[in-house]
């Protein structure tokens, strides 16, 4: 697992919307209706940044078998939705100003949206903008006990209503984990359902812990199981779920300093993958031969239905 311990809505459719009618004529043709395209993080030693990573150097298997790769190209613009439980304890506003330096520092081509998680929707505070300042205004203190329901219901409630861009995507997930709905034991059942969502519309699912309002969240055996089910919707996304044991971490600017670095060593890999009347999920690996570098990426990716 790549879990890290460490110290330490009618507006966002007609956003999103906005930014699809963007396209350029050469990212329409590289998603065509039987191309498939994969975020890849490249990851430096010891998680530094990177070095370019060009097409040459990166190997592609799908189902086992090397495939050719049809495109590879930087990952420029970036959409990035912050998706706050709004059952957390109220003491996570005194990370907000760490979380309002990470908006502050990112490049004029992220684009941030900030949404709230309550009673399984996800509720807009600000949609996509470029002007980091104002998404930074819309953090706000959560509402605390009342707001008890699934993050993952969240979670799906804005991938449905997101449209695809083309670019990359991912979601910052502030929450404790924990599954009021159904449990998480053994694991959430709605978890395997958000992940395919997400593998589906390539985006990549980032979080970072922080206890909720409730007693549950004192219960180590529980906490534990949410925590587990955090890390594997990140790693099976293609991103990393930060923690600290089951206490409340000191400060989130080392979560935040990582994933800035991750954020800015991301690829697009497109390749030719329809498959069945249907479509399936397949299997996926990436490597490469560069010295201290490696991948994280999707798990799996969807081949669309063969035309």
């Known amino acids: 697992m790549r879990n890290k311990i460490r110290i330490g809505s009618g507006a966002l459719l007609i956003g999103a919307l906005a930014f699809a009618l963007a396209f350029t004529a050469e990212n329409a043709a590289a998603a065509g209706p039987e191309?498939?395209?994969?975020?890849?993080t490249a990851v430096g030693k010891k998680d530094m940044a990177a070095p370019a990573v060009t097409k040459e150097d990166v190997q592609f298997f799908l189902k086992k078998e090397r495939t050719q790769i049809a495109n590879w190209r930087r990952?420029?613009?970036?959409?990035?939705?912050?998706?706050?439980?709004?059952?957390?304890?109220?003491?996570?506003?005194?990370?907000?100003?760490?979380l309002k330096e990470f908006f502050n520092a990112q490049p004029p081509s992220t684009y941030i949206s900030v949404f709230y998680g309550r009673n399984g929707e996800a509720v807009v505070a600000q949609d996509f903008t470029n002007d980091h300042a104002l998404a930074a205004k819309a953090l706000r203190l959560p509402i605390g006990p009342g707001a008890f329901s699934s993050p993952y219901?969240?979670?799906?409630?804005?991938?449905?209503?997101?449209?695809?861009?083309?670019?990359r995507r991912s979601i910052l997930?502030?929450?404790?984990?924990?599954?009021?709905?159904?449990?998480?034991?053994?694991?959430?059942?709605?978890?395997?359902?958000?992940?395919?969502?997400?593998?589906?519309?390539?985006?990549?699912?980032w979080s970072i812990y922080f206890p909720d309002a409730g007693h549950r969240s004192r219960r180590f055996f529980l906490l534990t199981r949410a925590q587990s089910d955090l890390s594997r919707l990140a790693e099976e996304t293609g991103a990393e779920s930060y923690?600290?044991?089951?206490?409340?971490?000191?400060?989130?600017?080392?979560?935040?300093?990582?994933?800035?670095?991750?954020?800015?060593?991301?690829?697009?890999?497109?390749?030719?993958?329809?498959?069945?009347?249907?479509?399936?999920f397949e299997?996926?690996?990436i490597t490469t031969e560069l010295p201290n570098v490696e991948f994280f990426h999707a798990s799996q990716v969807f081949l669309p239905a063969g035309q």
């Open 153 to 167: 219901f969240a979670l799906q409630d804005l991938m449905k209503r997101w449209p695809s861009t083309g670019e």
């Open 35 to 40: 191309n498939v395209t994969l975020t890849v």
């Open 173 to 205: 997930l502030v929450s404790s984990g924990i599954d009021y709905f159904h449990g998480n034991f053994p694991t959430s059942p709605d978890l395997d359902t958000t992940i395919e969502h997400a593998q589906k519309q390539n985006i990549n699912v």
């Open 283 to 285: 299997r996926v690996r």
């Open 75 to 98: 990952g420029e613009k970036l959409y990035l939705a912050v998706l706050i439980d709004d059952s957390l304890d109220t003491s996570v506003a005194s990370q907000w100003t760490d």
């Open 243 to 280: 923690y600290l044991g089951i206490t409340a971490p000191v400060t989130f600017k080392p979560y935040l300093d990582e994933l800035a670095t991750h954020l800015s060593n991301q690829y697009l890999l497109t390749f030719k993958g329809s498959d069945g009347a249907k479509g399936r």
